[in-house]
């Protein structure tokens, strides 16, 4: 159910800009599987998009430390100086990319600095390239502002990745961004220097397209990866790139809400004005938190992607051990996204035909109570997404119950 049909229904016109937007099949799954719990059912939920480790001690020390400071009051407005010359220094560290402080810009939140991007560029009609599986919001913060998402779908043959080719082929005069994610949610890939190189030679021929990197999951690779960010990789395009990142996934802060990112000086303060009628400054205690996360101890991110890399090959391998699923074996981030064409047209024991892969995590849902998500929700079907954010008790239990519902399809 949409938006607009519902609102109509309390007499309430909403406007044109979020009609055709729906409420998230995430949520809708999460509130549905949440409910089965309180009902005395042993649901699993695999959905959550939030790594499950605390935040660090340290950096709650520091958020402790500000408060007792007194920093409890308005900050400049699209991120305090400590905290930009924090954001400086790490990716001139990590990522060889040097930025004026002018040229970084924290939000609430890594989504607020996208609708921030796209708001302060996107004039109606203009077109955003946005490689699917791709994560929800993308595209829906494109059509807020009036833009179109062209969406390009990019399956496990091309390792969810998207080709020059493709690239290519999908621009147009009215492109205004393209936007990538590196690793990605939901597929967990990520793009290697040797796969972004003729993504960027398409670029560097189109000097109207801009490029937003999505960089949230850097820290989170897996066998040796390298971790690249497209602005270090080509310097020329550099001036049309917006580099994204955040605290939430490594530093396990997804409740602070601190997002940034660097990029050139017009764009950063066309940002700044959207931001300045919507939510003015982030948070100054998390702001505060955020200096100790990027400046502070970074020997735990090894130790917890060693964790997660532990809860990927349970996954992967407990998946592809089931006849009819088939899993790609992910670079980066917490996800799992496997195909499940081998399941669409069998018959659960109760009748019901599986026509799409919406209809087999419904039926994990009912059946084994496992909760996933499936692959429409991200733009690219017949595949599910399973977040293994969770203990490893719980992902071997999970996988046991997929396993039985499958065998009991005919």
Not at 30 to 50: F, H, N, T, Y
Not at 180 to 193: E, Q, V
Request: include cysteine; proline fraction near 6%.
């Amino acid at each position: 159910m949409t938006i607009n049909t519902t609102v109509r229904e309390a007499g309430f016109l909403p406007a044109s800009r979020i009609a055709s937007i729906g409420v998230s099949e995430i949520l809708k799954i999460g509130a549905r599987a949440s409910a089965m719990k309180r009902d005395g059912k042993p649901v699993i939920i695999l959905g959550a998009g939030e790594p499950d480790f605390d935040t660090p001690d340290h950096i709650k020390q520091a958020a402790w430390e500000a408060i007792q400071r007194g920093e409890t009051k308005y900050t400049a407005l699209d991120g305090s100086p400590d905290l930009k010359k924090a954001i400086r220094e790490k990716f001139q560290r990590e990522n060889d990319l040097a930025y004026e402080l002018d040229e970084i810009t924290v939000g609430t939140g890594a989504k607020q600095i996208l609708f921030n991007a796209m708001m302060a560029t996107i004039n109606p009609g203009d077109e955003v390239i946005i490689p699917t599986p791709y994560w929800t919001s993308y595209s829906d913060i494109v059509q807020i502002c009036e833009g179109r998402p062209v969406l390009i779908a990019c399956d496990a043959s091309s390792g969810f990745r998207l080709t020059a080719e493709k690239l290519e082929a999908a621009i147009t005069p009215k492109t205004r961004w393209v936007l990538l994610n590196s690793p990605s949610n939901p597929s967990g890939a990520a793009y290697s220097a040797a796969d972004y190189r003729p993504l960027l030679d398409v670029l560097l021929r189109h000097p109207h397209v801009w490029l937003l990197v999505d960089d949230m999951y850097e820290h989170i690779v897996y066998d040796d990866f390298r971790f690249v960010t497209p602005a270090q990789l080509e310097p020329r395009l550099k001036a049309r790139t917006l580099t994204v990142n955040g605290v939430s996934k490594a530093y396990a802060m997804t409740g602070w809400r601190i997002g940034y990112a660097g990029g050139p000086r017009p764009l950063i303060k066309a940002m700044a004005v959207v931001q300045s009628q919507a939510t003015s400054c982030p948070s100054s205690v998390s702001q505060a938190a955020s200096v100790a996360a990027l400046n502070g101890p970074q020997d735990f991110l090894k130790e917890r992607t060693a964790s997660f890399k532990r809860r990927r090959d349970l996954v992967v391998n407990g998946l592809n051990a089931i006849d009819g699923l088939d899993c790609r074996v992910p670079e980066g981030a917490f996800y799992t996204f496997s195909g499940c064409a081998g399941m669409l047209g069998k018959v659960t024991p109760d009748g019901k035909r599986i026509e799409t892969d919406t209809d087999f995590c419904a039926y994990l849902l009912d059946d084994a109570h496992v909760a996933v998500v499936p692959g429409s929700a991200f733009g690219l079907s017949p595949y599910f997404r399973i977040s293994y954010a969770t203990s490893e008790t719980e992902l071997k239990e999970a996988l046991q119950r997929i396993a039985s519902a499958c065998t009991r399809l005919s």
